[in-house]
């Protein structure tokens, strides 16, 4: 999936597509405004988990969600692992380990 605040539309679709349903946990990539979107579809009872290679992306995320009230949103910052190679065009490369960077991320979310 492909995500443009420029776009509504299209994070509209995206949600829709993704059928978030109040109350469940749900991971976002990349942490920006879907991940408040996403807050907002699954309520208080839920948990958003949101990550970003990006130290800026995150510490801005960060301040911006807790300023906001979205308290049930963890932005888990980047560790060296989540980081591209250098050279690498930071393109994101599809492999079968995933696991590997994602369930270090969910494990650091407090709670």
């Known amino acids: 999936m492909i995500s443009s605040i420029s ?9 829709e597509a993704a059928r978030i349903q109040r109350g469940r946990r749900v991971l976002a990539i990349g942490s920006g405004y879907d991940a408040a979107l996403m807050a ?3 309520g208080p009872a839920g948990h958003v988990s949101t990550l970003d290679i ?3 992306v995150t510490e801005r995320a960060t301040r911006f969600l ?11 910052p980047p560790t060296p692992s ?3 190679p250098v050279g690498s065009g930071r ?13 270090p991320a969910l494990d650091r979310r407090p709670g």
């Open 7 to 15: 776009a509504p539309w299209l994070q509209a679709d995206m949600l």
């Open 40 to 42: 907002e579809l699954i």
């Open 54 to 56: 990006s130290p800026a």
């Open 66 to 76: 807790s300023a906001t009230g979205y308290d049930h949103v963890y932005v888990s």
């Open 82 to 84: 989540s980081r591209p």
């Open 91 to 103: 393109r994101l490369r599809r492999h079968g380990d995933h696991r590997r960077h994602l369930e």
